[in-house]
DNA sequence: GCCAACGTTGGC
DNA sequence: GCCAACGTTGGC
């Protein structure tokens, strides 16, 4: 199981937003990046992903899971994009601040290119994000 | 194939 | 609202 992350600006694309469209899935369309798109290609059904909003909240708020793998973005078929469903929130939003703060985390790829909008996360650092979001909660 | 210019993104 | 960083584009 891999895990990634997804950044989206809450006004245009929210947590809230995905969460309507319930276990159906939702595409992950709109990314014009060769990097981010290949992450999309190397996911599989089942991955789990953190949901970021830039922006305003700069947070991890929430966990998805990838329904379907990649194929053509419905928007631009030249590109390609994921389906996505939302699981459930994090128990709190965790603050890029408090990312980059916390040394176990300092090497996230948020952190260190938060413009990416579609980066892998390792094992570490997903549990390391839970157990904060909860310890605070 | 390289590199400069440009546009966009996102944190501050 | 500003500015820095990055990716993409296009000319050579």
Not at 6 to 14: A, H, I, V, Y
Not at 26 to 41: C, K, L, P, T
Not at 47 to 68: L, M, Q, T
Not at 107 to 118: D, E, G, Q, Y
């Amino acid at each position: 199981m891999a895990y990634w992350l997804f950044k989206s600006e809450p006004g245009t694309w929210s947590w809230d937003d995905h969460v309507e469209h319930g276990k159906k899935g939702q595409e992950w369309d709109g990314v014009r990046n060769f990097q981010a798109r290949n992450h999309m290609r190397a996911m599989k059904k089942g991955d789990n992903g953190f949901f970021y909003h830039s922006g305003e909240d700069k947070a991890i708020v929430g966990v998805v899971e990838v329904s379907a793998e990649a194929h053509p973005d419905s928007t631009d078929t030249k590109w390609e994009c994921v389906d996505l469903v939302a699981i459930e929130p994090l128990a709190r939003p965790v603050s890029l601040a408090e990312i980059k703060a916390d040394p176990a985390l300092e090497n996230m790829v948020l952190a260190r290119n938060p413009r990416l909008s579609v980066q892998p996360v390792t094992d570490v650092e997903w549990k390391r994000v839970l157990k904060i979001a909860e310890a605070k909660a």
